[in-house]
Nanobody, 117 residues
Framework: QVQPAESGGGVVQAGDSLTPSCSVS?????????VAWYRQAPGKEREVIRT????????HYADSMRGRFTIYRNYHENRAWLHRNGLRHGGTAIYYC?????????WGQGDQVTVSS
């Protein structure tokens, strides 16, 4: 069982940066893992932000997210991060980490991010 674990959310001020991270609870990322970040704003559907393959580091993003988010991973810390500068009020959402391993999809519990004025 692969259990993604998000951290780094909470209440942030409009204009601040956001850098939640994803790890594998009780385990590690492995070579062909595909790590994806999603978000779900209140009253809206969950949408993909960016993805990265663990070993190759190939990155993909949703067109609507172009230029707004950065995704990166660190082997030593065994974590994958999502970064966003200049959060706006519309950035309030639950941020989810998804891991695809051997064609099986695993979801984290989600991390609430609230953007305040």
């Amino acid at each position: 069982q692969v259990q993604p674990a998000e951290s780094g959310g909470g209440v942030v001020q409009a204009g601040d940066s956001l850098t939640p991270s994803c790890s594998v609870s009780g385990g590690t990322f492995v070579g062909d893992d595909m790590v994806a970040w999603y978000r779900q704003a209140p009253g809206k559907e969950r949408e993909v932000i960016r993805t990265i393959t663990w070993d190759a580091g190939s990155r993909h993003y949703a067109d609507s997210m172009r230029g707004r988010f950065t995704i990166y991973r660190n082997y030593h810390e065994n974590r994958a991060w999502l970064h966003r500068n200049g959060l706006r009020h519309g950035g309030t959402a639950i941020y989810y980490c998804q891991i695809q391993r051997n064609s099986v999809v695993y979801w984290g519990q989600g991390d609430q991010v609230t953007v305040s004025s």
